[in-house]
């Protein structure tokens, strides 16, 4: 009898498979593949499994533990809800980058060592970024490419962390990173990219809001709350994540704040949110990281959820400024309605998700006598119900009539959302499930007074100074800057010199290139202009391959020596 199959197993296998596919079969294996996957993960047994030696360095494929299990479960149940709200898409690869992406994510949760999760982290990247890509045009290009470049970055840091890693310890094994140096903080660094830590965060509002309507789901649930794994697992009690992630809390709802797109204001709010959880995992004590687990958790339904409202009232009405929108309540009544069901859930309001684990991170804090800590967390709340519940709410769906009239989403959007609104209500009303599925013991109890009075005042007090200054935060139809124009633009002209310096060195040597590259070194030859001017298509996706290849065959090579 097989005791052990990776759950990733089904869901690679899926995403081969669906091509092959066509009609209601296709359609039928896109929810039963995620359904398998949730089987599997159902079925896993603690321990560690799929042990294998590979030059000579003990590999783990399969690490079952109370962590482990925390955001696998999560990962498979997301997995299917957003399978359904997807049925309607007919894009054999957005649908197979998905489950791709899902497999990949669930790899990193479960790998047992640094080098199997570098593997994994990797693939998250490949297959996510297709699902920006999809959205077929420029926009979502270029911000995929800019996506494609952070990310392999963040690649090549943890595979030099890594090698460092081995060759000081000798060991591959991912549990808390304790040696100091570089590897400590190449890793850390690589984590850091990945979970959205400014200044490290602007790929995430960048490319999130150009995905696909169905991807952006997928891109909301897993990158970031992978890293968040990460992190517990490795750097529990690093003090400067406190510091980062209480700042990360505040960061995103100023943005979110100030931005008009609505998922653009979703993006900024994941920021915001893993901001809790990074937080709690520089505190390092027991109750902060259940807190830290239990708001991954919470925080991928809950997102997903609005993410699927933002999405249905883009499919509708093909717009997504709040300035262009307006008085959808009467024409998407449901969607309205599992919208609130989020955006009441994230705000922490008494009776939802979002209640019961993010007090469990502020009075994470408070216990351990983290007052500044403590009091930035308090605040965040307020710019989070200004921005979601309250500031795209109304403008989206309640405000002036925008003359829009779009039909309710389709129905398996429908569903989708309301098994998302149901779980964000079912936790939030009984939250004794998801706490026993923490990696320890919870000794916690949301539902006392004097919580349920300080979240009640904060989030009405903040309702009552929206209605006051209602006219000061309507949209405005303009970009926030931010750290990304660092790259938009001086990015643009340092691979614009770049290429016209390689250009000018190819007019001496292009004779003997052609010769030795035969049409290869041709085709290079067009993709340039008479005078040596970038082509339309960057081909900066290949640099950054061709350099982590290169970087990562000389870190290798320094392993074997």
């Avoid at 304790?178 to 990219?193: P, Y």
């Avoid at 406190?242 to 994941?270: E, F, K, P, Q, S």
């Avoid at 684990?357 to 500044?372: G, L, N, Q």
Wanted: contains cysteine; charged residues 10%; hydrophobic residues 55%.
């Amino acid at each position: 009898m097989i005791e052990f199959i990776h759950p990733s197993l089904a869901l690679f296998a899926g995403a081969l498979l669906l091509p092959l596919l066509r009609g209601q079969l296709q359609k039928i294996a896109l929810v039963g593949i995620p359904l398998l996957g949730l089987a599997l993960i159902a079925l896993l047994q603690p321990g560690q499994h799929g042990q294998f030696e590979f030059m000579g360095m003990n590999l783990v494929l399969g690490r079952v533990d109370a962590l482990s299990m925390v955001f696998a479960w999560v990962f498979g149940i997301i997995l299917v809800i957003a399978a359904i709200y997807a049925l309607h898409v007919r894009d054999w690869i957005q649908h197979s980058a998905a489950l791709g992406y899902a497999g990949s994510a669930l790899g990193a949760v479960l790998a047992g060592d640094l080098l199997t999760l570098y593997v994994f982290w990797e693939l998250m990247v490949i297959t996510s970024v297709w699902l920006i890509w999809r959205n077929d045009s420029g926009v979502s290009f270029r911000a995929g490419m800019r996506y494609l470049i952070i990310h392999a970055i963040g690649g090549v840091l943890l595979l030099a962390g890594v090698v460092i890693y081995y060759q000081t310890t000798g060991s591959l094994a991912f549990d808390a990173i304790e040696v100091g140096g570089a590897a400590f903080w190449f890793i850390l660094l690589a984590f850091m990219i990945n979970a959205a830590v400014p200044p490290l965060h602007a790929w995430l509002a960048d490319a999130y809001p150009e995905a696909t309507i169905t991807g952006a789901i997928f891109l909301s649930a897993l990158t970031t709350k992978t890293a968040v794994y990460t992190l517990m697992r490795g750097y529990p009690g690093t003090e400067l994540l406190m510091w980062m992630g209480a700042i990360m809390t505040l960061y995103g709802v100023i943005y979110a704040v100030l931005a008009n797109d609505i998922r653009r204001i979703l993006a900024y709010h994941i920021i915001s949110q893993v901001g809790y959880m990074v937080c709690a995992v520089g505190m390092g004590t027991v109750m902060a990281m259940n807190g830290a687990a239990s708001h991954a958790f919470t925080h991928i339904l809950y997102k997903a959820l609005l993410f699927m409202g933002a999405g249905a009232v883009i499919y509708m009405t093909g717009k997504s400024r709040l300035t262009d929108l307006g008085g959808l309540y009467r024409h998407m009544p449901w969607t309205f309605l599992f919208f609130m069901v989020g955006a009441v859930s994230i705000a922490g309001f008494p009776l939802f998700s979002g209640f019961v684990s993010k007090t469990m991170i502020t009075e994470a804090a408070a216990m351990d006598y983290r007052s500044i800590i403590f009091l930035m967390l308090l605040m965040a709340p307020a710019g989070t119900f200004l921005s979601i519940g309250l500031k795209l709410a109304w403008f989206t769906f309640l405000d002036r009539d925008s003359g829009l009239r779009p039909k309710e989403a389709p129905a398996n959007m429908l569903l989708a959302m309301g098994l998302a609104a149901f779980l964000c209500f079912a936790i939030g009303v009984y939250p004794q499930p998801l706490y026993a599925l923490m990696p320890n013991p919870v000794d916690y109890n949301a539902y006392n007074i004097g919580l349920i009075l300080k979240e009640l005042q904060l989030l009405l007090f903040t309702g009552l100074a929206f209605f006051l200054a209602l006219k000061f935060v309507r949209g405005k139809n303009v970009m926030a800057l931010d750290v990304d124009w660092l790259y938009r633009g001086g990015g643009k002209w340092l691979v614009v010199a770049l290429r016209n310096s390689i250009t000018a060195v190819n007019r001496q040597t292009r004779v003997h290139v052609n010769a030795a590259l035969g049409r290869y070194g041709r085709s290079v030859d067009r993709r340039h202009g008479r005078d040596g001017k970038l082509a339309r298509s960057w081909p900066t996706g290949s640099m950054a391959m061709w350099t982590a290849i290169l970087l990562a065959s000389l870190l290798v090579f320094g392993i074997r020596n």
